[in-house]
Nanobody
Framework: QVQLVESGGGLVQAGGSLRLSCAASGRSFSFYAMGWFRQAPGKEREFVGIINTKGGSTYYAESVKGRFTISRDNAKNTVYLQMNSLKPEDTAVYSC???????????????????WGTGTLVTVSS
């Protein structure tokens, strides 16, 4: 079992930056690929990006590529989402999620995640 708690959300102006954190509790954090997702009001949840277990490989949605960066610190059981050049359309509740992956291979997303956090709200004003 893995519990995930996000933090770092808030209000930011367009063009600004924000860093989200996701702290994991439970065993074997380093065996989980970690992903970030977002859900805007009235819209379906959207994949943002994912990082592999070792932190050496990432994969992003086209809408955030070049602006968002995912990193992780396995010693602290924490994954981060650095968001730069924020746009009003980035406004959403951002959630982290974990997927067990003992292989340690490159980051990928196939639609399945095993554990979810409750999310943190990011609001980008124009």
């Amino acid at each position: 079992q893995v519990q995930l708690v996000e933090s770092g959300g808030g209000l930011v102006q367009a063009g600004g930056s924000l860093r989200l954190s996701c702290a994991a509790s439970g065993r074997s954090f380093s065996f989980y690929a970690m992903g970030w997702f977002r859900q805007a009001p009235g819209k379906e949840r959207e994949f943002v990006g994912i990082i592999n277990t070792k932190g050496g490989s990432t994969y992003y949605a086209e809408s955030v590529k070049g602006r968002f960066t995912i990193s992780r610190d396995n010693a602290k059981n924490t994954v981060y989402l650095q968001m730069n050049s924020l746009k009003p359309e980035d406004t959403a509740v951002y959630s982290c999620a974990a997927r067990f992956d003992y292989s340690g291979g490159p980051a990928y997303y196939s639609g399945r995640m095993d554990y979810w956090g409750t999310g943190t709200l990011v609001t980008v004003s124009s």
